[in-house]
Structures are given as C-alpha cells and as structure tokens.
C-alpha cells in the first residue's frame, strides 16, 4: 500500500519516514512489504491508511492547484481529511488514529460484536429488520455504514447481527457478506472506547480548518475546533452517514470529487450515489 507513490515521489517518501519516525516503528515496511495479520491489526491499519492517504496528499496538491470547496472522509479517512484542512497536524493525526485503533480493539475485546455489509437491499427494510434483532435479543445491532443506495453496513452484538442478517435476506437482500472484523464499530459497543477517546481528543493540536469539514457524524460542515472535536468522538458510537454526505456536497454546487489514498473505493460509491458528478482517483489526476 503505497509503494508506488514513494517509489516515485520525494513527497510521500518523506510522509512514510516523518511516520515511522513518529510512530517509533517500521510502519513504511509494513505497509509495502506486511505480513498482512500484522498490518490487519486496526491498531496499525488506520496509521497505515492515514500515512498513505496523506502522502497522496502531498503528491496531488504539487501536481493540481484546485482549491477544494470541502472536505470529507469515510471513517478513519476523517483524519486524512482534518490534516487536509489544516485542522490537526500529521503528527498529532498519527498518534491519535494509532490510539484510536487501540480503543477500539479494547472495546471489542469487551464488548465483543461484529459487521455486516448488506447489498440489494434499501435503508427502511434494513433498519426494520435491526428493530426486530434488537427486540428479540435484547442486544444492540443497526445501520453503521450508509456507503451507496444498495450497499449498506450493520454493525452489532454477535447475536443480534446474525438474527439481523437473516431477517434482511428474508426482506430481500441480494447479499449479506460478514467482515472480517471482531468489533463493533460505529456502534454503542465503542461507548468506553469513546469516552476514552475524547480525553485524547482534548490534549491534540488542532487547529480552526481552512476548509470545511463535513463529519460523517451530521452529513454536514464543521468549521471550528470545539465542532471538530465533538463529532471525531461521536462518529465512534454514530453512524457514517456518506450517502447524504455526498448529496448534501453535490446540493452545494460540487460536481467534482477527488479520492486521496491509494485505492478507489469511495470513487465506485459515488458512482452509486450520483453519476452526474466527476469521480477522480489519486491514480488518475498522477497518470
């Protein structure tokens, strides 16, 4: 995960050193080099998206002088995002994405859960089916990821999120695919995870942003630190809203949009939330 950016570019070689400097570890090898367990671990998966997100970063901002109207990112890709504003510097952002990670495995550990992608199938019929897991159980499962019409995430107790699943089928569900993942995330099960999280939050550099920001928590901008702060802790327990993330940008006049990081998997979402705008890769806008 991008090597090819640091074998070609000064600037993300320089984002890779400056992280494993910060880190204290070979995070660089182990983004280009694993083992895959070892870089799966959320604990070192998230400074690892974030390191390559952000080297993209610098790459993009030397080769296009478009200024962004906002900035916005999926989950942990909020980080990327905060260091794209000015908000939060990359290492202060690498520390706290390394911490977070650590929380939420904790949390899981505790809490045990897990989640669940739903595809074919529209928000209402899931949530119905989630309310009736949830009433049957006793534990909690719901919506934790609105990607794209069609692809949706549950996020739960183990229990509750196979009731869910099978009750979804019964609705219609063209498919449901397990993550590979032991924990809970944008659920109440990361509520210790979250609390911790905001004593963290409070102690780290951020600055006011010099674009707005607009938070999978609210789907909308978020312009001053205290705003910034208030929903990096709540996206933990809330769900990622991208879909009216993305709507309520494209409402705003954006008909361009540029995926920073080393794949392109925002960019096939937004082709499923609006194909009217221009989706653009970090491969693209360096070809």
């Given at each position: 995960m991008g090597y090819e950016l640091y074998e070609r570019f000064p600037r993300a070689r320089d984002v890779f050193?400056?992280?494993?400097?910060?880190?204290?570890?070979?995070?660089?090898?182990?983004?280009?080099?694993g083992p895959s367990e070892a870089l799966d671990d959320?604990?070192?998966?998230?400074?690892?998206?974030l390191a390559?997100?952000?080297?993209?970063?610098?790459?993009?901002?030397?080769?296009d002088t478009h200024a962004p109207a906002y900035v916005a990112g999926?989950?942990?890709?909020?980080?990327?995002?905060?260091?794209?504003?000015?908000?939060?510097?990359?290492?202060d952002a690498l520390r706290l994405v390394r911490r977070r990670g650590q929380l939420m495995k904790q949390a899981g550990e505790q809490n045990p859960g897990g989640m669940a992608a739903v595809l074919g199938l529209e928000r209402k019929p899931l949530e119905e089916a989630c309310a009736a897991a949830r009433q049957?159980?006793?534990?909690?499962?719901?919506v934790a990821n609105d990607n794209c019409p069609g692809q949706l995430v549950i996020s739960g107790a183990r229990?509750?999120?196979?009731?869910?699943s099978e009750l979804a089928a019964a609705r219609g569900a063209k498919r449901i695919v397990r993550l590979p993942v032991s924990i809970a995330a944008h659920s109440p099960l990361m509520r210790e995870a979250a609390e911790a999280f905001k004593e963290e939050l409070r102690t780290a550099r951020f600055e006011e942003p010099h674009i707005p920001i607009v938070a999978n928590a609210t789907a909308r901008?978020?312009?001053?630190?205290?705003?910034?702060?208030?929903?990096?802790?709540?996206?933990l327990t809330s769900p990622v809203s991208w879909t009216e993330s993305v709507q309520w940008m494209v409402t705003q006049g954006v008909d361009r949009?540029?995926?920073?990081?080393?794949?392109?998997?925002?960019?096939?979402?937004?082709?499923?939330?609006?194909?009217?705008?221009?989706?653009?890769?970090?491969?693209?806008?360096?070809?």
């Amino acid at each position: 995960m991008g090597y090819e950016l640091y074998e070609r570019f000064p600037r993300a070689r320089d984002v890779f050193a400056q992280a494993d400097d910060i880190l204290g570890i070979l995070l660089s090898e182990l983004c280009f080099e694993g083992p895959s367990e070892a870089l799966d671990d959320t604990v070192n998966t998230q400074p690892a998206i974030l390191a390559a997100s952000v080297a993209a970063l610098r790459v993009i901002t030397q080769h296009d002088t478009h200024a962004p109207a906002y900035v916005a990112g999926h989950s942990m890709g909020e980080f990327s995002a905060l260091v794209a504003a000015g908000a939060l510097p990359l290492e202060d952002a690498l520390r706290l994405v390394r911490r977070r990670g650590q929380l939420m495995k904790q949390a899981g550990e505790q809490n045990p859960g897990g989640m669940a992608a739903v595809l074919g199938l529209e928000r209402k019929p899931l949530e119905e089916a989630c309310a009736a897991a949830r009433q049957e159980t006793g534990e909690h499962v719901a919506v934790a990821n609105d990607n794209c019409p069609g692809q949706l995430v549950i996020s739960g107790a183990r229990v509750p999120l196979e009731r869910a699943s099978e009750l979804a089928a019964a609705r219609g569900a063209k498919r449901i695919v397990r993550l590979p993942v032991s924990i809970a995330a944008h659920s109440p099960l990361m509520r210790e995870a979250a609390e911790a999280f905001k004593e963290e939050l409070r102690t780290a550099r951020f600055e006011e942003p010099h674009i707005p920001i607009v938070a999978n928590a609210t789907a909308r901008p978020v312009t001053d630190i205290a705003a910034v702060r208030a929903v990096l802790a709540q996206q933990l327990t809330s769900p990622v809203s991208w879909t009216e993330s993305v709507q309520w940008m494209v409402t705003q006049g954006v008909d361009r949009f540029v995926e920073v990081g080393p794949k392109n998997v925002l960019i096939g979402l937004l082709r499923r939330i609006d194909r009217s705008v221009q989706g653009l890769s970090t491969a693209d806008l360096l070809a």
